[in-house]
């Protein structure tokens, strides 16, 4: 795997897995508190975990980002950040316009789960499909629920307001996915429930190389140290702590390049080991 990255505070990052070429696109950076991020621990356990990382537990910093994949002659986007959820995120269209990546040039669009920091850039701020030419991809146990009016009202306002906003005008363009199942060349989506009902992963493999974007399956080195420690916006935790045990032994034993997408600093790019009952996490 190669990198080529433009230096410090960049908003853009771009690198090779074999023949396919990939940019990570900055959405911006936010923090959580560590309540959020482990609802089933003690908390002074969970703060010395987080000082050993020089983190605050009231501020931890988490970046949003989308990654776009040239693979194959198509050209992918997986994740689209979080719009206008918050004034310190939603910059995807911006980088990508610095970045010199056409919107119309982007055939699919991979949304690895419906949580509104994923999904945010879809549309427009008239409501319309911000990627013209593209059709989305999801999980169908996730569209299902995230379109599903009586499970989204049982959730906080905003859930519902951006999966209406953000998966509605995408409707009769959308391709469900079942299962793990290739959608373009060196393209693999994962099967990783629990986060979110039908949340995926992503694997790009190539020429012996391969790079496993895990999405939400870990938010912070920290549930890599402690893989039972879950965040508040888990699901199904026991469904969640078995995709991300799955997951993270395959990268360790693969020696796969990772990209977790809340993993400070952006671009969340690292690979694991195995250390304990759990990993070592070393960003790239």
């Known amino acids: 795997m190669s ?42 356990e969970v703060q010395a975990a987080l000082a050993r990382h020089d983190v605050r ?34 910059h995807l269209h911006a980088n990508l316009r610095a970045a010199g990546i056409d919107v119309d040039t982007i055939e699919a669009i991979v949304i690895t789960h419906g949580h509104p920091d994923h999904l945010g850039g879809n549309t427009d701020a008239n409501g319309e499909p911000a990627f013209p030419g593209a059709h989305l991809v999801m999980g169908r146990r996730d569209w299902e629920f995230w379109t599903d009016e009586s499970e989204l009202a049982r959730l906080a306002p905003v859930f519902g307001r951006w999966s209406r906003r953000n998966l509605d005008p995408f409707a009769e363009r959308v391709d469900l996915v079942d299962g793990d199942a290739e959608i373009a060349p060196g393209l693999h ?23 496993l974007y895990v999405s939400d399956a ?48 952006f671009p969340s790019l690292g690979h694991v080991e195995a250390r304990g009952s759990g990993w070592h996490w070393e960003p790239t």
């Open 3 to 44: 990198t080529d990255n433009s230096g410090p505070g960049t908003q853009t990052f771009a690198f090779d897995v074999g023949a396919i070429h990939c940019t990570a696109i900055h959405d911006g950076d936010t923090t959580y508190e560590a309540g959020q991020y482990v609802v089933n621990a003690p908390a002074a």
């Open 57 to 90: 537990p009231d501020s931890i910093p988490s970046p949003y980002s989308g990654l776009v994949v040239d693979t194959g002659g198509r050209r992918v986007l997986i994740d689209t950040g979080a719009g206008d959820l918050a004034p310190e995120v939603g």
């Open 189 to 211: 989506i994962l099967a990783a429930p629990g986060h979110t009902p039908g949340h995926i992963a992503v694997a790009l493999r190539s020429e012996g190389s391969e790079l």
């Open 218 to 265: 870990a938010l912070h080195p920290i549930h890599l140290e402690h893989p039972d420690w879950r965040p508040v916006w888990d699901l199904d935790p026991d469904d969640a702590i078995a995709s991300r045990r799955h997951l993270f032994n395959r990268a360790a034993s693969d020696g796969s390049m990772v990209l977790a997408f809340h993993f400070p600093p």
